[in-house]
DNA sequence: TATGAATGAGCCTTCATTCAT
DNA sequence: GATGAATGAAGGCTCATTCAT
């Protein structure tokens, strides 16, 4: 028997799945509601009893992700630094390959400008977050230095996991040796 | 005196210069030709005259600059791995600091889907050019490895030129630090 | 213990309670089902148990409360008509005072010209009883002066009640001093 | 030979003409744009070139008749008492009858909730100085009674207004004969 | 060449109404 | 009777593009 609830949980899944999909397959901008409906197999008018707006479906649909991802990024504190940042850069080629329509929509918005603004606060936090924790595998006797070597490891998984997620079928984008030579140059 | 083709190039000029920044801060989807008109002052229809459509115009753009860009990347053919690599850092980085507009606007749009198909051709040429010459940087005995290791500069140079080009007047990116980080990675 | 139909005029009654105010309030245009629904703590759909419609509502609404109204207008057929014309002063004022929502709503309403569709036949019965009411407060012997004293009474009437309902909170309006201005000059 | 300008005068005169007529006739919660456009023959976004909102249309419309209005009720100051109100009840009849359509409109107006917001300003200000200048009409020595019965008369001509614009064609209101009738109740 | 008025398709959103439970 | 999820037809508004001057 479906209970009230689940059918709302089920229309809800619908929407965000369709939506993440057609937002990372065509762009924010060119996915009219419409498109989601129609691919989703319900009324337009329906996205408005699970989320206020448009935007407010994609700010959801981050937030969510983006929670699944950080709860995913437990690193183990006795590790030294090398073995954590190994341990980073797995668990980071792992989620991206798990979720990749997620990150794949995610890359083509974090550029956007007016995404800006509407994520910053949660871009900003998980950006300083990050940056702290690729600070603990580096020696902080120089703390600049410290951070500028976090800051560079943050861009390589950055233009690494970009150039994965758009990387054409024909010719994808081997990120598990990518990580291993990473991983050399830290040795 | 103001002959008849100046006139043209200043229109042109104008019109290109005033588009590449709103595209830059807005985004291309959220830069309407009304405005780049207002902001150049110029009537709206006067852009049909010199390209035929919003896209042709961005697709102008992005070709005119890219090939400004590839004349400046001339590498000395004699020198050695390591230096050819300083001296491409080092042209990257002079690069995007003096158009940093233009680059500003093809990471944002680099990642867009639509953008993608409208400009397959030049972009999967470019970036086959440039994974050639980075492979010229390392050892060509293991032809993968070298492949692989030319990707992942090119995904470190895209990543951190991303960072810069998006990071908030209030904290810059060191970019010149990083460059050094990265140089010392490959000695 | 509630009886299957007090739970049904419950319902119904709530609903044209809250529906009244809310049309006095928002105006019809302005009032969706689903406002009504939640501040009368119902379910959406449930309106159209008791209502066919949303027009349906407003009519029987109408009519309902203008039933009432016409009920305590019963004038004393044997005072001379300076006592009639008090009497129904009175009764006008009484009324719009114990009633004021209907009449806010009701002087928001009448010059809708989609409603003088909707409710053409009672208004206009309304009117023609009440107009032949007017005019046996004046004398008979003129009956074009008489018919127009009591366009003009009605209008009056009508003018002081909408400035009435109209009147913000902070500058209310004086409507018995008003009423005796009026009396005074009939007298 | 037409200039820009008084094409574009033409337009906006097209719409505003338009705009009125319907307001007036359907209200301006069901004049639909498109309507406008339809029965004015232009295109559905041409009135954003001339108006910012539909709102914005209908109070630039309000203050435009406004200002025509007021500037018609230049009342004679040495006059007498009665020959004011005289003349000021022949003004309003004769503006009434002129701009037969904008009083249609503006009274199916001024009672709807929503609008009393949008033109409080306007509406309060023209409150404020027409009770001020009905107020010159009476006996300044009892400022309460001057007071109400400026309020009333207002309340009066409010009443008689609405009556004329509300009347069916086929019987119209006796507005002279009932401007008569008024007159005689304050010799 | 240059202007800016005009067009119309398409977008986001609201809401009266229906329907399965 | 009661619920609230689902529908779909508009409505207001934007904007790339065309066209008369």
New binding site residues.
């Given amino acids: ?2 209970t ?2 689940s ?2 949980e ?2 809800r899944a619908k929407i965000v799945e369709t939506a993440l999909e057609l937002f990372a397959r065509n762009g924010y901008d060119r ?4 498109m989601i409906a129609r691919i989703a197999n ?5 996205m ?2 699970y989320f ?4 407010a479906l994609l700010t959801e649909i981050i937030k969510e992700s983006m929670a699944d991802v950080q709860a995913s990024f437990d690193v183990n504190k006795d590790a030294s630094p090398l073995e954590k940042l190994e341990e980073y850069l797995n668990n980071v080629v792992r989620i991206i390959k798990t979720n990749r329509h997620f990150w794949s929509m995610f890359y083509a918005l974090r550029t956007q400008p007016f995404l800006q603004e509407l994520l910053s606060d949660e871009l900003a936090e998980m950006y300083v977050n990050t940056i702290a924790t690729l600070e603990t595998f580096f020696d902080p006797r120089d703390p600049e230095a410290q951070h500028n070597e976090a800051l560079l490891l943050f861009s390589i998984v950055d233009g690494v996991c970009t150039n994965y997620v758009l990387a054409p079928e024909s010719t994808p984008y081997p990120i598990e040796e990518i990580k291993e030579c990473i991983i050399n140059k830290y040795r």
């Fill in positions: 028997m479906e009230k609830s059918v709302r089920n229309s996915t009219p509601i419409s319900i009324a337009q008018g329906l408005y009893r206020p707006s448009k935007e």
